[in-house]
């Protein structure tokens, strides 16, 4: 009969201790720090660890700061901390909206940011938000500090996410997802962002391939005058969604055509 495999835990004191840790037995430990990613993924044996290291509780890794034209949300910030932030609604309203569609209150009141960009999962909420809006995370590991776009975020062994800078956007936005229910991934989901009224839009797609990724075939014909209903057949261009029980390929292409084009109405773009 087989026996159930012992993960030990380690509840860190400091970043600097966990950092610590980590570049010492990067292969042996695994960060925690809301757990609702990872220890689904233990229980279902998809993956696995040694020793568990608690990072969610320290305070040097849980603030949401102004300033000026940036926003820095510290790693351990849970999502119901975003989803009610005043500072988010005056400042980031598109982040706020994804952290507040994010599952359940539960989840909400334990997920981080953090962990949910370290994760990378093609349909999160906060990296599709984040893509639009041009976040970088900040990362720390043994070779110091560096910085980089969702979009290339890579953790190397020893590094952890330990602050999230979001520019300030001046213009409008949007965020559309579709789910089968309202606690589901999203199938797909839109983020719309321009970065001064009138001014460029970003589009920033969950779904539709092993990340979120941008739409630049959408963001190119905006540029060149096209409306929003004719940008909008380009969202799929380029993108490799995924065929799962869910949705096919091509359902999702449809979808992201579809929701792309609400997104750019909303923003303000002509049809």
Same mark, same amino acid.
């Given at each position: 009969?087989?026996?159930?495999?012992?993960?030990?835990?380690?509840?860190?004191?400091?970043?600097?201790?966990?950092?610590?840790?980590?570049?010492?037995?990067?292969?042996? !430990?695994?960060?925690?720090? $809301? &757990?609702?990613?990872?220890?689904?993924?233990?229980?279902?044996?998809?993956?696995?660890? #040694?020793?568990?290291?608690?990072?969610?509780?320290?305070?040097?890794?849980?603030?949401?700061?102004?300033?000026?034209?940036?926003?820095?949300?510290?790693?351990?910030?849970?999502?119901?901390?975003?989803?009610?932030?005043?500072?988010?609604?005056?400042?980031?309203?598109?982040?706020?909206?994804?952290?507040?569609?994010?599952?359940?209150?539960?989840?909400?009141?334990?997920?981080? !940011? $953090?962990?949910?960009? %370290?994760? %990378?999962? @093609?349909?999160?909420?906060?990296?599709? %938000?984040?893509?639009?809006?041009?976040?970088?995370?900040? !990362?720390?590991?043994?070779? $110091?500090?560096?910085?980089?776009?969702?979009?290339?975020?890579?953790?190397?062994?020893?590094?952890?996410?330990?602050?999230?800078?979001?520019?300030? @956007?001046?213009?409008?936005?949007?965020?559309?997802?579709?789910?089968?229910?309202?606690?589901?991934?999203?199938?797909?989901?839109?983020? #719309?962002?321009?970065?001064?009224?009138?001014?460029?839009?970003?589009?920033?797609?969950? &779904?539709? &391939?092993?990340?979120?990724?941008?739409?630049?075939?959408?963001?190119?014909?905006?540029?060149? &005058?096209?409306?929003?209903?004719?940008?909008?057949?380009?969202?799929?261009? $380029?993108?490799?969604?995924?065929?799962?029980?869910?949705?096919?390929?091509?359902?999702?292409?449809?979808?992201?055509?579809?929701?792309?084009?609400? %997104?750019?109405?909303?923003?303000?773009?002509?049809?």
């Amino acid at each position: 009969m087989g026996g159930r495999t012992v993960i030990a835990y380690h509840r860190a004191q400091s970043l600097a201790e966990a950092l610590g840790l980590l570049a010492e037995h990067p292969d042996r !430990i695994t960060p925690l720090a $809301g &757990g609702q990613s990872l220890l689904p993924a233990l229980r279902a044996g998809r993956t696995t660890a #040694a020793t568990l290291l608690d990072i969610g509780h320290l305070a040097e890794l849980r603030h949401l700061e102004d300033r000026g034209d940036t926003i820095a949300i510290g790693a351990a910030t849970r999502h119901h901390e975003l989803a009610g932030s005043e500072l988010l609604a005056a400042r980031a309203p598109a982040l706020r909206a994804a952290a507040a569609a994010i599952a359940d209150p539960q989840v909400r009141h334990m997920g981080t !940011i $953090g962990g949910s960009l %370290a994760n %990378a999962d @093609p349909a999160a909420d906060l990296a599709v %938000a984040g893509l639009a809006l041009d976040a970088q995370a900040v !990362i720390e590991g043994p070779r $110091g500090r560096r910085t980089a776009g969702l979009d290339a975020l890579r953790l190397e062994a020893g590094e952890l996410v330990v602050e999230v800078l979001v520019p300030v @956007p001046s213009g409008a936005w949007s965020y559309q997802k579709f789910s089968r229910n309202a606690l589901d991934w999203a199938i797909v989901g839109v983020v #719309a962002v321009m970065s001064d009224p009138g001014g460029p839009a970003r589009v920033a797609l969950s &779904g539709m &391939g092993p990340a979120v990724v941008r739409a630049p075939a959408v963001e190119e014909a905006l540029a060149r &005058g096209l409306g929003a209903h004719a940008a909008a057949e380009l969202a799929d261009d $380029g993108t490799t969604p995924p065929s799962d029980p869910r949705a096919d390929p091509d359902y999702r292409r449809h979808l992201a055509r579809v929701l792309v084009r609400r %997104a750019l109405e909303e923003i303000g773009v002509p049809a």
